[in-house]
């Protein structure tokens, strides 16, 4: 029998266990999910885009007043964006499935919950790249500040992973909860500090010339972000439903 979410969308028809080529099959099955249903409603991508591009145009109006070189605000102005933004986007990853009366359909699906954590994960890490690639050629419009760089990238990349990892778990947590918009920024932006920090060290750096010997610790600190978080993820995710 097929299972049908509430949004008409099936659910995939998958048996339980198996190998790496099976479990990577049901993450990309709740990957699709996500992307067909943003691609038919258009509400999460579009949001976080809109909310960028306009804090953008703030941000560089109120410093186009006061500060002399933008080299100096640029840094903290994608990563404060760039974390804003996604809070928005990553309300979405399991309230929209709560809101629609869905969530108790995916959790019986016949997969691992690690895999729907997963899917869920790439899904928002595609939204987010989406919005970083539209956000990056707006700051260099705005502030003349050429951020498209190879390290700033990579940084962009690894900050956003670990960004996404946490945001996803603490998505599963809040989404049944009434205030959950409030709830989300309020439990993951603290842990978000040291990507925060070490982004914008990391950018600072690459614009003032610097050698990579003297920001290489920060993308090292990134890329242990990552790694733990998602890790911790993993490990975790199942007994978030335990009582589901």
């Known amino acids: 029998m097929s299972a049908y979410l509430s949004d008409g969308e099936p659910l995939p028809v998958m048996q339980t266990g198996g190998g790496p080529k099976r479990y990577l099959a049901k993450v990309w099955a709740i990957t699709r999910k996500e992307l067909q249903s943003e691609w038919r409603a258009k509400e999460v991508l579009g ?4 909310f960028a591009v306009l804090a953008i145009i703030i941000f560089g109006m109120a410093f186009d007043l006061r500060v002399p070189q933008p080299e100096m605000v640029a840094p903290g102005v994608l990563w ?3 974390l804003f933004a996604g809070v928005m986007g990553l309300n979405r990853t399991f309230g929209a499935e709560a809101d629609r009366g869905s969530l108790p359909a995916l959790l019986l699906a016949p997969m691992d919950r690690s895999a729907i954590y997963f899917g869920k994960l790439l899904a928002s890490l595609f939204f987010m790249l989406a919005t970083e690639v539209i956000m990056l050629p707006i700051l260099l ?3 003349d500040v050429n951020l498209m760089r190879p390290w700033i990238l990579a ?6 992973i670990g960004y996404v990892s946490v945001g996803s778990l603490f998505g599963a947590l809040t989404a049944s909860a009434r205030a959950r918009e409030t709830m989300l920024p309020i439990l993951l932006l603290p842990l978000m500090v040291p990507v925060f920090m070490a982004g914008v060290a990391l950018t600072g750096g690459v614009l003032d010339g610097r050698s990579f010997s003297d920001f290489r610790h920060w993308l090292g600190i990134l890329t242990a972000y990552d790694l733990i978080f998602v890790t911790i993820a993993f490990l975790v995710f199942d007994l978030i439903w335990q009582e589901g």
């Open 141 to 143: 419009v705005i502030f």
């Open 47 to 50: 949001t976080m885009t809109v």
């Open 155 to 160: 940084a962009l990349i690894l900050g956003t």
């Open 80 to 82: 404060v964006v760039t």
